[in-house]
């Protein structure tokens, strides 16, 4: 019996058209689910278990800021948000909420691809999946922390810090070197705005 390990990758979009194509274009390389609808989508996030969720701003029962807390809440799926919306103040909300990158429509397939290996980078494990210290564990792939087999709660920022501490043990690092490595280049990008 062999496992699929190919990434899974729910897109939720209410506009058939960028819906569809986006999961096309995804399906050639990942395992790719799709929903129109916040309800849909949260279904289809309890039984797909996606690692990352490819989510659109503007949704007919919800918006993909609640929608990304709401997923946040259950586990620490990666989020990469699309929207119309090009102002700073909605970007800066959204990666708040938890999401790992924004991107503004119209966007290509190609930048859209990309974006998504640099954010399933981020955590591609250099050590074991599975980091255990006595009865205190961290799985990279199931995204979750637990002591005497109980889940930790954490969000998704306290997650990602968290294994990239366990993962690097015996190493220092600087508050400005754990924001280059864990938030990456968009949080750079806005501290360096701030100071012009």
């Known amino acids: 019996m062999t496992i699929d390990t190919t990434p899974k990758i729910l897109v939720v979009d209410d506009d058939p058209s960028i819906r569809t194509l986006v999961h096309r274009f995804l399906n050639q390389k990942y395992q790719v689910d799709s929903a129109e609808d916040g309800e849909t989508a949260l279904e289809l996030f309890e039984e797909f278990k996606p690692m990352l969720v490819v989510l659109d701003w ?29 102002d700073e103040a909605d970007r800066l909300k959204v990666l708040s909420a938890g999401a790992d990158d924004y991107i503004c429509k119209p966007f290509g397939l190609a930048e859209l691809a990309i974006r998504i290996e640099v954010v399933l980078r981020r955590m591609r494990p250099v050590n074991p999946s599975r980091i255990v210290f006595d009865q205190f564990a961290i799985d990279s792939a199931r995204r979750e922390a637990t002591l005497n087999d109980q889940i930790i709660k954490l969000t998704t920022l306290e997650f990602k810090i968290l294994y990239f501490l366990a993962s690097h043990s015996g190493q220092s690092w600087s508050r400005q070197q754990l924001i280059e490595k864990i938030w990456g280049v968009e949080l750079q990008q806005h501290r360096r705005r701030e100071s012009c």
């Open 58 to 86: 503007n949704l007919p029962d919800t918006t993909g800021y609640h929608l990304c807390q709401e997923m946040q809440r259950r586990t620490n799926v990666f989020v990469v948000m699309l929207s119309s919306r090009t």
